[in-house]
């Protein structure tokens, strides 16, 4: 907990920071050490969360979190302050590092997260449900829920935490309040940070409910007719008269929408 920054304030360029509520060494009982374990009886930050989080997905180092990058002199625009990557020790291996990213990722494309799942980009992230006290005892129906998501789950460029306190209407799950507003986010940063699509992710288990994508076939040079039959998840729409199949759009290998439409290319 200690190495992982949990008690203790980060450092992060903003004032009135809080350091969170942790056990004491000597109240941590065999009760204390398994609760502790998924988050109850103790306080965190958020920016803790965020911070401990990109520490186990970045190859293993805690850092320090800041706002503000530089301070540039009004009249020259020179910089006078300039914030840089402060690493303030190792937590865990790089292979450990590895390994959470890999399960976090099974997490969006097989658990509870998959409501932040983005088709042909890789994401990984971990609900939460964390019921509220009241007068030292556990509010019923009443709970702040929340999601932690990153891109690209095999080499992190974004981090974002989602926690809403009490959502009305709705099932109270991290999995269903928070990740839909994450992935919102998280879609919306793709171009901003230029992350590229990358189609050897895990393949997401729809639920019959949800709208769900399929791969597209590798139909390239194929003829009209055996093609139609490889691509009959989809809405065929077609771009010159010839018999053999010149390009799709989406690409082999892409995931499109069941049912949607997929422009095929012909000889002319």
Do not use: C
Request: net charge positive; charged share 20%; aromatic share 8%.
């Amino acid at each position: 907990m200690n190495k992982f920054g949990f008690g203790t304030k980060t450092g992060i360029d903003l004032n009135g920071e809080g350091s969170g509520i942790l056990f004491t060494l000597n109240q941590m009982g065999p009760v204390e050490t398994a609760t502790t374990a998924f988050g109850q009886g103790i306080s965190v930050t958020p920016i803790q969360q965020i911070n401990a989080v990109s520490a186990a997905i970045n190859g293993g180092n805690l850092l320090t979190p800041y706002i503000v990058k530089t301070v540039n002199e009004p009249s020259s625009n020179n910089p006078i302050l300039k914030n840089k990557k402060k690493i303030v020790r190792r937590v865990i291996s790089k292979e450990t590092s590895n390994l959470v990213r890999y399960t976090l990722e099974s997490v969006v494309a097989n658990g509870t997260g998959h409501n932040a799942y983005i088709e042909n980009y890789r994401v990984g992230g971990k609900t939460g449900t964390a019921q509220k006290v009241e007068d030292g005892k556990y509010m019923a129906g009443n709970y702040i829920v929340s999601f932690i998501g990153f891109m690209p789950a095999n080499d992190p460029k974004i981090i974002i935490y989602v926690a809403i306190n009490n959502p009305k209407g709705v099932t109270q799950y991290g999995g269903t309040v928070a990740a839909p507003v994450a992935k919102n986010v998280l879609k919306a940063s793709i171009k901003p940070l230029n992350i590229k699509e990358d189609l050897d992710g895990m393949e997401k288990e729809y639920e019959w409910y949800e709208e769900s994508y399929v791969k597209v076939p590798d139909v390239i040079g194929m003829n009209k007719k055996d093609a139609i039959k490889m691509l009959s998840d989809f809405n065929i729409e077609y771009s010159g008269y010839g018999d053999t199949i010149l390009e799709t759009s989406p690409k082999k290998g892409h995931y499109a929408k069941k049912g949607g439409i997929i422009r095929v290319m012909l000889t002319q």
